[in-house]
């Protein structure tokens, strides 16, 4: 069946590092690829998507590449903020009715 | 535009009592999922519904819950009795099948507490 591995956290940065989490999956067919994330007290919310092959999807200083030769889609950040603490989940859907999500990712950015 | 609408958002009860979380979709999804999430077992799917029609509810902990989809509009969970262990956050999402990305949307969530 279809899954998805992320990196462990809890992660902790300082303001400014660079920000990776990666994320794995193995899936039937050729899925769509999302990173949600999660703030304090809220629902999951998506961060960024990407649907085919080399596709990148980006949103607020977050980029993820769809790389179908090594099956990820890591998150990537050139500059994080106290903001962006929060944790993050990688998904995927393979047009079936249910998406597949890894286990989260805790970031914390410490100024 | 509204976003799925969940309520109460929280919810303290004594082990034994039934337990009613409820959830409104946003307009036009015919997907709906309930989720719970906690600190252990992190976000499980619980059910998910396609036109109100329960689709997969192997997620369901045991015949203590149950989930009701009655309208396009509105679904509800319910626990019967609640347990210690049933203390979570329980999360409402829905999407649309014509969405070329088959994003999900999530509402606020209600945190529960069974004392």
């Known amino acids: 069946g279809d899954s998805v591995t992320q990196m462990e956290g809890p992660v902790t940065l300082s303001e400014e590092a660079f920000l990776t989490i990666n994320c794995t999956y193995t899936?039937?067919?050729?899925?769509?690829l999302f990173w949600y994330v999660q703030y304090p007290g809220e629902g999951l919310q998506l961060l960024l998507k990407a649907t085919k092959a080399d596709d990148k999807g980006s949103n607020k200083g977050f980029e993820a590449t769809y790389r179908k030769e090594t099956t990820s889609f890591h998150l990537e950040k050139g500059s994080v903020q106290v903001s962006d603490s929060a944790v993050y989940f990688c998904a995927l859907n393979t047009n079936a009715g249910k998406s597949t999500f890894g286990d989260g990712t805790t970031l914390t950015v410490k100024p | 535009d509204a976003g799925v609408i969940q309520s109460p958002r929280h919810e303290v009860t004594e082990m034994g009592q039934e337990v009613t979380l409820r959830c409104k979709p946003i307009s036009g999804h015919d997907y709906l999922f309930w989720y719970r999430q906690t600190m252990m077992r992190g976000l499980e799917l619980l059910i998910y519904?396609?036109?109100?029609?329960?689709?997969?509810d192997s997620g369901m902990p045991e015949d203590r819950f149950s989930a009701k989809m009655p309208n396009a509009s509105f679904s509800t969970l319910k626990i019967q009795p609640s347990e210690p262990r049933d203390s979570a956050v329980y999360f409402c999402?829905?999407?649309?099948?014509?969405?070329?990305?088959?994003?999900?949307?999530f509402g606020p969530g209600t945190r529960l507490t069974v004392l």
């Open positions: 899936a039937t067919g050729y899925p769509s």
């Open positions: 519904f396609n036109n109100n029609v329960p689709i997969d």
């Open positions: 999402a829905s999407r649309s099948a014509l969405s070329s990305y088959n994003e999900q949307f």
